[in-house]
C-alpha cells in the first residue's frame, strides 16, 4: 500500500467526491435556471451559500468517515510492511464496515488454516526425523552382530561345518532383519505419496497370504511356528501394499512368539464378513499385548511393554500398516490376551468402486 492512509482513503472515495460536486454543481446549475426565468426568486448569494454548505457538508462527512477509519488503515498498511511475518494477519483488528469486518474474517480465518496446515508439517517433519533417527539406531544392532560374529569366527578358526553352518545362518537371519528394517524405511517414506501408487485387483487374498508365508518359511521353521491358512476369499484391495500389512503381522507374530517354548500356531482365517465382504484374521500365539497398550499400538513411534522387553521394535511396523489399511479402505481391529496370542483382523468392503481388473 503506497502513500499515506489518508492518501488511500480519499483515493478510495474519489469518486464519492465526484458524484458530491456533481449534485452541488446540479443544483446550482438549477437555481441559475431559476434566477433566469423569474429574477426576483433565487438570489446570488443564496446560490453562493448553497454551493458553500454543499462542500462543507461533503468535506464533514470525508472527515469523520476518516477519523472513524483511521486506525483500520494504518492497521492494514502495517499488516502489509510485515506480510513476510507469521502473524502479519493478525494486526488488523479495527474494522468498521460490515465489508471490513469481512475482509478481517478472511483473514483471521486464512491464518488459522495457515497456522493448522504448517502445524501439521512440523509434525510430520518431527516424525519423520525421528523416525530416522530411531531407524539408523535400530539398524546398528544387525551391523554390530554380523561384525561380532565374523569375529568370533576369526578368533576360532579353524571352524567345522556345521559351525560354518550356524555362522551363515546368523548372518542371513541378521540381514533380513536389515531388510526388513530398510522395506519398512522405504514404505513409510512412499505414504506420503499413497494415492499416487495404488492399483486395485481382484485378488485371491489366500494366494496372497502364501506367498507372503512362503518368504518367512525359514524364520518360522527356525522358531518352530507354523503357519496354518483356513479359506479363501476374493477381494478388491492393491497386492503391494497389503503385502506390506501382512508382512507385518507375520514378522510380529516371529518377533513375540519365538520366546516361547514348543510349537507355536499362526492361523490366517479367510471367511465372509456380516455386511457382505470379506474379512482376514491372523492369529498368533504369542505373548500378547498388555491390555493398557491395545489402544496406542497403532501410534506412531508407540513400542508398549512387548518392544522394550523385544528390543527390535520401532514402533512404527503397525502404524505403516493402519495407514495402508486406512488407504485402501479396509478396516483393521486388533485383539490380544496377554500370555496367550494376539489377533489382527482386516475387513474388506463387498466391492471397490476404484477395482480396475476382475478375477482372472
Known amino acids: 500500500m503506497r502513500g499515506s492512509s489518508a492518501a488511500i482513503f480519499l483515493r478510495d472515495r474519489l469518486v464519492y467526491a465526484l458524484v458530491c460536486l456533481l449534485l452541488i454543481g446540479l443544483g446550482a446549475g438549477l437555481m441559475l435556471l431559476e434566477r433566469a426565468r423569474n429574477p426576483a426568486g433565487i438570489g446570488t448569494g443564496t446560490i453562493f451559500y448553497f454551493v458553500i454548505l454543499g462542500l462543507f457538508v461533503a468535506g464533514v462527512w470525508l472527515a469523520v468517515d476518516y477519523i472513524r477509519q483511521r486506525a483500520y488503515y494504518k492497521q492494514l498498511k502495517h499488516a502489509v510492511e510485515r506480510s513476510g511475518e507469521l502473524q502479519a494477519a493478525t494486526i488488523v483488528q479495527s474494522a468498521v464496515t460490515d465489508e471490513q469486518r469481512l475482509i478481517m474474517r478472511l483473514l483471521q480465518e486464512q491464518h488459522s488454516a495457515y497456522l493448522n496446515e504448517l502445524g501439521q508439517y512440523r509434525r510430520q517433519q518431527e516424525q519423520h526425523n525421528h523416525f530416522v533417527l530411531q531407524w539408523v539406531h535400530h539398524m546398528k544392532t544387525p551391523v554390530s552382530v554380523i561384525d561380532l560374529l565374523v569375529q568370533d569366527t576369526l578368533t576360532q578358526l579353524p571352524v567345522t561345518e556345521e559351525e560354518q553352518k550356524q555362522l551363515a545362518l546368523s548372518l542371513q537371519e541378521e540381514a533380513e532383519r536389515m531388510t526388513r528394517g530398510l522395506d519398512l524405511m522405504l514404505n513409510t517414506a512412499r505414504l506420503d505419496k499413497f494415492q499416487m501408487d495404488l ?20 524364520l518360522c521353521i527356525r522358531h518352530s511356528i507354523f503357519p496354518q491358512i483356513e ?28 520366546s516361547k517354548p514348543g510349537a507355536k500356531k499362526l492361523i490366517f482365517r479367510l471367511e465372509p464378513d456380516a455386511d457382505g465382504g470379506s474379512k482376514l484374521s491372523v492369529t498368533d500365539e504369542g505373548i500378547g499385548i498388555a491390555p493398557h497398550d491395545l489402544p496406542r499400538i497403532f501410534d506412531p513411534f508407540f513400542t508398549g511393554e512387548n518392544g522394550r522387553e523385544a528390543g527390535e521394535s520401532t514402533g512404527m511396523g503397525l502404524y505403516l500398516a493402519k495407514q495402508v489399511c486406512n488407504g485402501l479402505g479396509h478396516r483393521l481391529s486388533v485383539e490380544s490376551k496377554l500370555g496367550e496370542g494376539t489377533t489382527f483382523t482386516v475387513f474388506f468392503q463387498p466391492r471397490s468402486i476404484h477395482a480396475l481388473g476382475d478375477k482372472d
Not at 485378488?203 to 502364501?210: F, Y
Not at 478388491?236 to 501382512?246: A, I, N, R, Y
Request: hydrophobic fraction near 40%; aromatic fraction near 10%.
Open 231 to 258: 479359506g479363501e476369499a476374493w477381494v478388491e484391495t492393491d497386492g503391494k501394499w497389503m503385502t506390506v500389512v501382512l508382512n507385518q503381522f507375520v514378522s510380529n507374530a516371529i518377533k513375540y512368539s519365538k
Open 199 to 218: 492399483h486395485f485387483r481382484h485378488t485371491a487374498l489366500h494366494e496372497l497370504v502364501r506367498t507372503v508365508m512362503n518368504a518367512h518359511k525359514r
